[in-house]
C-alpha cells in the first residue's frame, strides 16, 4: 500500500493551524499512524488507530480521518513541533510509511 | 520505562554481511514485536522486518531474500543480519517495538511502533 502525503514541505507561523494529509492507494480502515521526527532524532508516535493520541502528546494534535484520506491537524502550532511529519499505515503487510511533510518556520 | 540501543559496525564493505544488535533495557518487549527499520534519504523509511511474540519472523518482501532477524531473550537482545549489501543499503537503521492490536484466537497483528532506539548510521563503503 503506497501512501502520499501533501504538502510535502511548507513554512508556518508560530499560532498557526496546520493540516497535513495523507492518502492511501488503498483502504486501511483506521489503521494509520503519524510520527513526528525532529533532525537526528528517531521518529515518535503522534497519533495511532488514525485519532488516538498517545500518552504525553500535546492536545493541540489531532488525527482523523479513514480508508484513504486522513489529516494530522496541529491547532496553534509552537516553535518545538517544527519537524517532518510521517504517516504509515499498517493495515497489511509490508506496513509502509509517506514520505514525510516536513513544517518550518 | 523501557529503552532500545542499536549496536553495531558503522561501515561494512560490498557484498558483505549487515549485522546489528538492539538491546532493550528497562522492561522486556518479549510480548510485542521486535522490528527494524531503515532511513535513507533517498528511500524514507522502510520497514525491514520483525521477530514477534510468538517467535514468528516476518520481512519485507524487497528484502526477504537477504533479511533474518533473530532473538535471544537472555540477553534482552534481537539482531538483524543483512547479506550480500550493496551502497543501496546505506542508511540509518533503527530498532523499535511494534504494538500487538487486533488480538483473537491466540494471533495478533503489528500495530504502530510506539518506541524506537536512537538510530545507527550504516554506510556501504570499500
Known amino acids: 500500500i503506497q501512501l502520499t502525503q501533501s504538502p510535502s514541505s511548507f513554512s508556518a507561523s508560530a499560532g498557526d493551524k496546520v493540516t497535513i494529509t495523507c492518502r492511501a492507494s488503498q483502504g486501511v480502515s483506521r489503521y494509520l499512524a503519524w510520527y513526528q521526527q525532529k533532525p537526528g532524532k528517531p521518529p515518535t508516535l503522534l497519533v495511532s488507530?488514525?485519532?488516538t493520541l498517545q500518552s504525553g502528546v500535546p492536545t493541540r494534535f489531532s488525527g482523523s480521518g479513514s480508508g484513504t484520506d486522513f489529516t494530522l491537524t496541529i491547532n496553534s502550532l509552537q516553535a518545538e513541533d517544527l519537524a517532518t511529519y510521517y504517516c504509515q499505515q499498517y493495515k497489511s503487510d509490508p506496513p509502509t510509511f509517506g514520505p514525510g511533510t516536513k513544517v518550518d518556520l | 520505562q523501557v529503552r532500545l540501543q542499536e549496536s553495531g559496525p558503522g561501515l561494512v564493505r560490498p557484498s558483505e554481511t549487515l549485522s546489528l544488535t538492539c538491546t532493550v533495557s528497562?522492561?522486556?518487549?518479549?510480548?510485542?514485536?521486535c522490528s527494524w527499520i531503515r532511513q535513507s534519504p533517498g528511500e524514507g523509511l522502510e520497514w525491514i522486518g520483525y521477530?514477534?511474540?510468538?517467535?514468528?519472523?516476518k520481512y519485507n518482501p524487497s528484502l526477504d531474500s537477504r533479511v533474518a532477524i533473530s532473538s535471544d531473550t537472555s540477553k534482552s537482545q534481537f539482531s538483524l543480519q543483512l547479506t550480500s549489501v550493496t551502497a543501496a543499503d546505506s542508511a540509518t537503521y533503527y530498532c523499535?517495538?511494534?504494538?500487538?492490536?487486533?488480538?483473537?484466537?491466540?494471533?495478533?497483528?503489528?500495530?504502530?511502533?510506539?518506541?524506537w532506539g536512537p538510530g545507527t548510521v550504516v554506510t556501504v563503503s570499500s
Open positions: 523499535a517495538r511494534g504494538s500487538r492490536i487486533d488480538c483473537s484466537g491466540g494471533t495478533c497483528f503489528q500495530g504502530s511502533f510506539d518506541i
Open positions: 521477530f514477534s511474540y510468538n517467535g514468528r519472523t
Open positions: 528497562g522492561g522486556s518487549i518479549s510480548h510485542y514485536y
Open positions: 488507530g488514525a485519532s
